[in-house]
């Protein structure tokens, strides 16, 4: 159960407050800003610490990134909670959907659904896009073998929609940790057809929380391409952990010091604001025991993710006041084994919504962020909550 918060409203529609009252935080927190902000208290504790910092440049080593740290960017604390509501729902009167339960027939082909012999009474299921980005009724075309000044695939792959619950008001994060596992187990039954695509290269599977992270529709679900190709940022993050496996022998996220980094463990599973992260706020979950697939995952360890994903995306709510965020499962190329590949190591990204990209980032492809993570995982593990 939830602690119970207070939640004021200030006129104007300035921002939401939350204060929390909360148990196991030592006396709460004094707010910095002096007045100014009307800030969350957690939030601006942690941010004092980087108003003195001078900026750094923090290399992602999984990612081969570089990121610059430059906390004179924060020029309030309250710059990081989200201003956007993260659900402009288009008609607020909106109660139900094509994806409630009900409307089934309003929706493109069902792939699967759980339980598989479920009729009306289904927990999630998996449908195919109405809007696919790509076709699962052409021809795959393979990939060039020579060089051409116009490399071309035909639009061959696959785009499905897993809808995570039967009612619209649900979002993931209201979903017992048992049933955020079995979103997680559909991923991975999903992946597993897939692969027998030999032409499917990659399965990109997301999340789009709230309009300006990308979601068209309210009801809560998640995304998954098969593309007939492994994705540039997939084979710079394989090249960069491969390069580091051979320098040291080791896999980067299996020696990943969490230590400040540290937001909250659970028994299979760690939960860090990375060294250098790209975007405030952003979080990793990462197996703690070695793992290149997250389709290997098993239904223990999905429903252990399923309750830190879900812990997670509720103090992100909380401290960064319900942001638009996406996730995204960072995985290997699925047509190769284990064993082709023991630098791989899987990871779930969380990235909150809270900064824009312009051009600096466009041009460069390295980001500025105003945050350090140490901070960030800071106000997150701060957060006294428990989920059931
Ligand atoms: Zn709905
Ligand atoms: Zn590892």
């Known amino acids: 159960m939830e602690k119970k918060k207070k939640r004021k409203k200030k006129k104007g529609g300035e921002e939401n407050r939350e204060e929390e009252e909360e148990s196991g935080r030592g006396g709460g927190h004094k707010n910095r800003a002096g007045g100014g902000g009307g800030d969350g208290a957690g939030i601006s504790t942690t941010m004092g610490s980087s108003e003195n910092r001078s900026a750094e440049i923090r290399k992602d080593t999984v990612n081969n990134r570089w ?30 959907c094509p994806f409630c339960i009900g409307h089934e027939h309003e929706c493109a082909p069902e792939i699967f659904r759980f339980p598989s012999d479920s009729t009306s009474n289904w927990k999630l299921r ?3 896009n109405l809007y ?7 021809q795959p075309s393979s990939l060039p073998q020579n060089p051409t000044p116009t490399p071309t695939l035909s639009g061959f792959g696959f785009h499905d929609v897993v809808i995570e619950s039967p009612l619209h008001s649900l979002h993931l994060s209201d979903l017992n ?59 710079a993050r394989l090249d960069s952990m491969k390069e ?14 969490s230590n ?5 463990q659970s028994t299979h599973f760690i939960s860090i604001a990375p060294f250098a992260a790209t975007f405030p706020f952003e979080i990793w979950i990462i197996p703690l025991c070695h793992s290149s697939h997250f389709h290997e995952i098993d239904g223990e360890k999905a429903a252990d993710l399923g309750g830190l994903l879900k812990l997670m ?11 638009p965020f996406n996730f995204m499962i960072h995985t290997s190329p699925i047509q190769s084994t284990p064993s082709q590949l023991p630098y791989a190591h899987w990871y779930l990204q969380i990235v909150p919504q809270l900064t824009g990209v312009g051009g600096f980032e466009i041009g ?5 962020n105003p945050v350090f993570p140490e901070d960030a995982a800071k106000v997150l593990r701060e957060v006294c909550i428990t989920i059931e």
């Open 67 to 96: 990121v610059i740290f430059s906390p004179a960017r924060a020029r309030r604390p309250s710059d990081f909670k989200s201003k956007s509501k993260s659900n402009p729902n288009p008609n607020p009167n909106q109660s139900e």
């Open 126 to 128: 998996v449908i195919q």
């Open 132 to 138: 696919p980005a790509l076709s699962r009724d052409i």
């Open 177 to 235: 940790p048992v049933h955020v596992g079995d979103v997680l187990l559909a991923y991975k039954k999903r992946i597993e057809q897939l692969r027998s695509h030999d032409s499917i290269k990659y399965v990109q599977v997301f999340k789009n929380h709230g309009a300006s992270a990308g979601a068209s529709m309210t009801h809560s679900h998640s995304q998954m391409m098969g593309l007939p190709f492994v994705p540039p940022a997939v084979s």
């Open 244 to 257: 580091n496996f051979d320098q040291t022998g080791k896999c980067s996220l299996c020696e990943i010091q």
């Open 260 to 264: 400040n980094f540290l937001i909250d």
């Open 313 to 323: 995306l509720r103090k992100m709510y909380l401290q960064l006041n319900n942001p």
């Open 364 to 368: 460069t492809g390295c980001y500025i």
